[in-house]
């Protein structure tokens, strides 16, 4: 008979394990899904039978009001997901630095900050869409929700950064300049990766808010079309479809994080 | 020349490069070996807090010689890293002047390099790239600053070590990256504050064998701050004692013996009996 002994030290046995973990805690998701919704017997809580045939009859053929393509609410949901992120990592990039650098600065506007920030999401929702149209608008709820966790990472990188790191380099004569491009910026690379991470995450939570007055688009216009027509195994399709790519992106993330830190020596 | 310049074998530098550029010893190179290159005069650090101020140096001055290296030794938290952080700029003293040569040193440059006890490499960079850093920073062509960097890889004993990254090297080798990151810039003055407190005592010999060989080669000044009177008295030419809090000189040792020494020697013996029983002295435990 053939048998393994697993090997702790050996990468490809561990890599075997973890993707048998994964499906053992997928298989009994689903199956703890089933034994709860059965037992409610509620009609706004769907079996998982019926959610994966609702999923699979969008897949096939499109959303049963409108006919739409899944990949056409998927495309404006990526649109709105990846402008939100852009603008989140386009303004908060200079400004942690910046306020992570200058302490004085940050002292100033960590009340602004602090203040601003418990807001949740949905509440800028209907402002930013009546202000910014229903284009900028949705993508501005996303970048809100990346934003904060984005900036606070790099800011609090900026802080961790080793004061004997910046002390070398000026025995070696570096500028401000100098210090800024050289030993800030790289020191705070893992940082950075890691509030892309866990601001990627945190904008997926904000697709619903930001998409919910969209006339025709979006993954979350879709689950709020379907919940209020009362089609709740469609309803619960969009949020698996929310979820796959919600891990699609923080796992791209996670995995370009772990290989910098790795390769820069540092841990985030 | 304007003011601020001055040409040193067909270079130029000014006033800014004196703190930025490479190879600052040579703006000291009308100096001869053995006569005073930095000066410490009246250096006084006083520490204020709400209720008291703190004098942790008191009034020190002392001369260090082109070509030398000169050890500070003092009890526990007498402050001679302290001395060392005025020197280089990092800290500014309360009062006092530090001249090399006629040029008054104000902030940190590169005329002062140092290496730090816990390394302070970039961890982000490779063995290599950490050596060049300097060279990077004052603008040093690529390909040159290869071809110096080779050159201190090798005397250092780093060279299959030169694309690794920090934390895949022992502490013995990061220090010697230390070590190599500072020498490579020809700094007019080099300072070294506890360079091998972090390491255990058979790295450290060796270490200290390895400095004495690349000094060999490369004549330098160094203000070497250890709590190690062994260390002290292999390695320098001078030992400056110091007393207890606030730091005042009690004493400059002028070491014989050309290096590499005998560690065992009898004459050291003495010497470091002497020392020894002062420290202990000053012990404020006692």
Redesign the interface.
Known sequence: MLSIEYDENNPKHRMVRKAIVIVISLVTFVILWWVVTALMNDRNFPTPDKVFEALWNLILYGDPIGGHSVWDYIAVSLKTFITGFILALVVALPLGLLLGYVGPLREFTSPWIEIVRPIAPIAWAPIFVLSFGSQLGPALVVFIGIFFPLLTNIIFGVQRI?Q??L?????????QG?LFY??VL??T?PYILNGIKVGLGVGWMCIVAAEIYNKFGGIGQYLVDMVNGGLMSNAFAAIIIIAVLGLATTGVAEYASKIVSR????DA | MSKGEMVIEGEKYNSKDRVRADHTDKLYAHIPEGETLLSIRDLNVTYRTDEKSTVAVDNLSFDIKKGELVSIVGPSGCGKSTVLRCISGLLQPTSGTIMIGDNKCTTAGSDRGMVFQEFALFPWRTVRKNIEFGLEIAGVPKEERRERSEKYLKAMGLFEFADSRIHELSGGMKQRVGIARAMIMHPAVILMDEPFGALDAQTRNILQESLVKVLKNSSRTIVFVTHSVDEALYLSDRIIVLSKRPATIHKIIEVPGDRPRDRVAPEYAAMRKEILSYLQSQNTMN
Request: aromatic share 4%; glycine share 10%.
């Open positions: 080793d004997n790191w002390d070398a380099s000026k025995t070696l004569g570096a500028s100098q050289k030993i790289p020191a690379v390769r820069m020596g540092m």
